[in-house]
């Protein structure tokens, strides 16, 4: 079974660029879909976005749409999500998560592998 690993958080200002990246071990990424999750203190997990496993198909949060980027590297076995015009409410862990059906990115469940994640700071 594939792992992951997020990196690429930190300390940011409203309006600024962060490009987190989700490095996968064990089984080659392009057999997965990937899809980026967020965790605020003291809320619930939200959906953020999600690729298909050859990069073609992308879906993402109403929330995110114009600001982020999920884009993949399958030669470099590494996923990632690039996020601009940063808000203070994007402040939050995010995680990555693969799943050998995109189908379940649709559906939000049975998603089969996740990250530790990374924690993502903005600061107004």
């Known amino acids: 079974q594939v792992q992951l690993v997020e990196s690429g958080g930190g300390l940011v200002q409203a309006g600024g660029s962060l490009r987190l990246s989700c490095a996968a071990s064990?089984?080659?990424?392009?057999?997965?879909?990937v899809g980026w999750f967020r965790q605020a203190p003291g809320k619930e997990r939200e959906f953020v976005g999600a690729i298909s496993q050859s990069g073609s198909t992308t879906h993402y949060a109403d929330f995110v749409k114009g600001r982020f980027t999920i884009s993949r590297d399958n030669a470099k076995n590494t996923v990632y999500l690039q996020m601009n015009s940063l808000k203070p409410e994007d402040t939050a862990a995010y995680y990555c998560a693969a799943d050998t059906s995109y189908l379940d990115f649709l559906r939000l469940s049975g998603l089969e592998v996740w990250g530790q994640g990374t924690l993502v700071t903005v600061s107004s």
């Open positions: 064990g089984r080659a990424v392009s057999s997965y879909a």
